[in-house]
T-cell receptor
Framework: AQSVTQLDSQVPVFEEAPVELRCNYS??????LFWYVQYPNQGLQLLLK??????LVESINGFEAEFNKSQTSFHLRKPSVHISDTAEYFC???????????FGQGTELSVKP | ETGVTQSPTHLIKTRGQQVTLRCSSQ?????VSWYQQALGQGPQFIFQ???????GRGNFPPRFSGLQFPNYSSELNVNALELDDSALYLC????????????FGSGTRLTVV
C-alpha cells in the first residue's frame, strides 16, 4: 500500500541549532514529493516540492530537502532554526500528476530559546 | 491570486445531523480536493473534483459527498454525522495536470457532539 512515514512525531531543538525531519515513502516508479507546514489553527502551506530534476530542493526560508530514490526518503533539513519555525510539518507524496496527496502523520517541531 | 477560502471556520453539529462545508478555489484552479484531518493526524484524502465530476475518492463512506460548481467553488456534504467525523476539513485547489502542489485553505473545524 502507498504510504508515507515520518519517523519522529516530536522534535525539540534549541534556537540556532540544525534540525532534520525524516520522511520515507513507499517505493514507486515515479513520485512527486512535498513538505507542508501547518501553524496552529491554520491550513497547510507548501514549503517545498520535488517534481523532477535536481534532487536537492530549497525553500525561501532556509529549509532544504533531498530526494533519495535508493532510500525512498525525502528528509527536510535546516542548518539553523528560529523560534518562528515552531510548527507541524507534513511530508506528502503523490504517485501521479495532479493526483491525491498521501500525507505522513506529521512532525511537531518545537524550537526553544 | 485570491487564495482558497473556506466557510465556516468553525461549526458544531449534533450526531445524526447533516452539514455542508464550502470552499472557494484559487482563481483559475479547476481541480479541488477535500481532506479530513483528525486531531494529531495527517490529512486524509476524501475526494477530488475536476470539471464538476468526481475524479477520485479515498476510503470514505457514501455519506460524504461533494459538488463542484462552474465557478470552481465547491461543497463537501456529510450526512448522518458521527462523533468520529469531528475534524479539520481542508479544501485544496490546483490547476489540472499540474503537480505543483495544492493550495490549501485554512479549513473548517467541525465538532460533532
Amino acid at each position: 500500500a502507498q504510504s508515507v512515514t515520518q519517523l519522529d512525531s516530536q522534535v525539540p531543538v534549541f534556537e540556532e541549532a540544525p534540525v532534520e525531519l525524516r520522511c520515507n515513502y513507499s517505493s514507486s516508479v515515479s513520485v512527486y514529493l512535498f513538505w507542508y507546514v501547518q501553524y496552529p489553527n491554520q491550513g497547510l502551506q507548501l514549503l517545498l516540492k520535488y517534481l523532477s530534476g535536481s534532487t536537492l530542493v530549497e525553500s525561501i526560508n532556509g529549509f532544504e530537502a533531498e530526494f533519495n530514490k535508493s532510500q525512498t526518503s525525502f528528509h527536510l533539513r535546516k542548518p539553523s532554526v528560529h523560534i518562528s519555525d515552531t510548527a507541524e510539518y507534513f511530508c506528502a507524496v503523490s504517485y501521479n500528476q495532479g493526483g491525491k496527496l498521501i500525507f505522513g502523520q506529521g512532525t511537531e517541531l518545537s524550537v526553544k530559546p | 491570486e485570491t487564495g482558497v477560502t473556506q466557510s465556516p471556520t468553525h461549526l458544531i453539529k449534533t450526531r445524526g445531523q447533516q452539514v455542508t462545508l464550502r470552499c472557494s478555489s484559487q482563481s483559475g484552479h479547476n481541480t479541488v480536493s477535500w481532506y479530513q484531518q483528525a486531531l494529531g493526524q495527517g490529512p486524509q484524502f476524501i475526494f477530488q473534483y475536476y470539471r464538476e465530476e468526481e475524479n477520485g475518492r479515498g476510503n470514505f463512506p457514501p455519506r460524504f459527498s461533494g459538488l463542484q460548481f462552474p465557478n470552481y467553488s465547491s461543497e463537501l456534504n456529510v450526512n448522518a454525522l458521527e462523533l468520529d467525523d469531528s475534524a479539520l476539513y481542508l479544501c485544496a485547489s490546483s490547476l489540472e495536470g499540474r503537480n505543483n502542489g495544492y493550495t490549501f485553505g485554512s479549513g473548517t473545524r467541525l465538532t460533532v457532539v
